[in-house]
């Protein structure tokens, strides 16, 4: 299968602060990425959509404000949590794809808020 | 609107035995995907196999075959000769056309030596 790489694995920030998780699609171009927040034994709860060069579609729920999605190139797509709070902590997830296959899924991200 | 699920929070499986896992969707969409993931303890989904609505033919990859029923809307997982490493939470997926997937809420697939 395709190849999508998600940096970093795991992050500690302080409360405040912003932090930028990058989503790579490393073998192929990548139209739509989607970005996921797991839940601990949860299914996986889709936040946004992302097409290249166009502003992403936020489920409702999600503040756009909040989670800055930038989708600038067909192998890159990066979501900044922006003054994060201990709430925000969880296991982020992307899937890119392109117009033809099914979605493939970076390793995902661990984020703690302190 | 689009719901897919799976009433099966947890399985079991001896070794080398065969499991079934079931998953239902609800959709008026005609033409669509339906996926298995996998997602193991280190949370890399997985992709195990994949369907398009409009093949009769069920999808088969190695050890992993699926029973799509299209008019029940019923996609069950097979896995045949089950291995410890088959051990994970497997997802079902929904996608109609270019656009977002949805998730059921997953079945823990327990593997037994």
């Known amino acids: 299968g395709a190849v999508v790489s998600q940096h970093p694995s795991r992050v500690i920030c302080k409360s405040g602060t912003s932090v930028k998780i990058e989503c790579r699609s490393l073998d192929f171009q990548a139209t739509t990425m989607f970005w996921y927040r797991q839940f601990p034994k949860k299914s996986l709860m889709l936040m946004a959509t992302s097409n290249e060069g166009s502003k992403a579609t936020y489920e409702q729920g999600v503040e756009k404000d909040k989670f800055l999605i930038n989708h600038a190139s067909l192998t890159l797509s990066t979501l900044t949590v922006t003054s994060a709070h201990p709430e925000d902590s969880s296991f982020y997830i992307c899937?890119?794809?392109?117009?033809?296959?099914?979605?493939?899924f970076g390793q995902g991200t661990r984020l703690t808020v302190v | 609107a689009q719901t897919v699920t799976q009433s099966q929070p947890e399985m079991s499986v001896q070794e080398a035995e065969t499991v079934t896992l079931s998953c239902t969707y609800d959709t008026s969409e005609s033409d669509y995907y339906l996926f298995w993931y996998k997602q193991p303890p280190s949370r890399q989904m997985i992709l195990v196999i994949r369907?398009?609505?409009?093949?009769?033919q069920n999808a088969t990859e190695n050890r992993f075959s699926v029973n799509f029923q299209k008019a029940a809307k019923s996609f069950s997982l097979k896995i045949s000769d089950s291995q410890l490493g088959d051990a994970a939470m497997y997802f079902c997926?929904?996608?109609?056309?270019?656009?977002?997937?949805?998730f059921g809420t997953g079945t823990r697939l327990k593997v037994l030596a």
């Open positions: 997926a929904y996608r109609a056309g270019t656009y977002k997937y949805i």
């Open positions: 369907q398009e609505a409009y093949k009769q």
């Open positions: 899937s890119a794809r392109d117009n033809e296959g099914p979605a493939f």
